[in-house]
């Protein structure tokens, strides 16, 4: 069992920086690829990051790519999100994930445990 807790999201002017955490209690996160998702109002979830279990190797959607960086701390059991040059389309709330694959997932149903999500607001 793991549990998630995201934090650091908020309102930011366009062009801004945010860095998003979740901390993992339970099974350490080494013991799952982590990845960051996001709803915005009447869309649908989407994958935005993800990272392996080594934290070797990342992916990104396409439209995060340059911007974004997720990364690990093993010793803090935490996973982050750093956002730059941020947009009004970034505005959403955004997940933190956790899943039992062996690579860096997109899809959805890949992860099992999900935190509670934390707001992101970019005004323009």
């Known amino acids: 069992q793991v549990q998630l807790v995201e934090s650091g999201g908020g309102l930011v002017q366009a062009g801004g920086s945010l860095r998003l955490s979740c901390v993992a209690s339970?099974?350490?996160?080494?013991?799952?690829?982590m990845g960051w998702f996001r709803q915005a109002p009447g869309k649908e979830r989407e994958f935005v990051a993800a990272?392996?279990?080594?934290?070797?190797?990342?992916r990104y959607v396409d439209s995060v790519k340059g911007r974004f960086t997720i990364s690990g701390d093993l010793a803090k059991n935490t996973v982050y999100l750093q956002m730059n040059s941020l947009k009004p389309e970034d505005t959403a709330v955004y997940f933190c994930?956790?899943?039992?694959?062996?690579?860096?997932?997109?899809?959805?149903?890949?992860?099992?445990?999900w935190g509670q999500g934390t707001q992101v607001t970019v005004s323009s």
């Open positions: 339970g099974r350490t996160f080494s013991s799952y690829t």
């Open positions: 990272i392996s279990r080594s934290g070797g190797s990342t």
């Open positions: 994930a956790a899943g039992p694959t062996y690579y860096t997932a997109t899809r959805i149903n890949d992860y099992v445990y």
